[in-house]
């Protein structure tokens, strides 16, 4: 068995989750730690496995395959994230109810 990948959050990812933990704090602060929790370790367990989510129809844009990672039960967040030299680079996520990423 391998060794997991280290996983990092970019800063527009950082970003993305700040925003989102934002709103939904500011509408449910309990739901939003709750979100938070769990987004962030499903962002954690991406290592373990990265190969395991499918290429993102937004890799198109990219010079390198960019996968898709899911979270949340019924509207689910997409969690955008590239394996580069040896580690998970989670790049961008969005909300299942909005458009595809436009990178």
Do not use: C
């Amino acid at each position: 068995m391998t060794a997991p990948l280290p996983v990092f959050i970019t800063p527009n990812a950082a970003e993305d989750l700040t925003a989102s933990w934002v709103w939904l704090r500011d509408r449910n602060p309990r739901a939003a730690d709750e979100w938070l929790a769990g987004i962030r370790e499903t962002i954690l367990a991406i290592g373990a496995m990265p190969d395991v989510h499918p290429i993102a129809p937004e890799s198109r844009d990219f010079d390198l395959p960019v996968r898709r990672a899911l979270y949340g039960k019924a509207t689910r967040w997409r969690i955008y994230y590239a394996v580069i030299e040896g580690a998970v680079q989670v790049l961008h996520v969005r909300h299942g109810r909005r458009s595809d990423w436009q990178p």
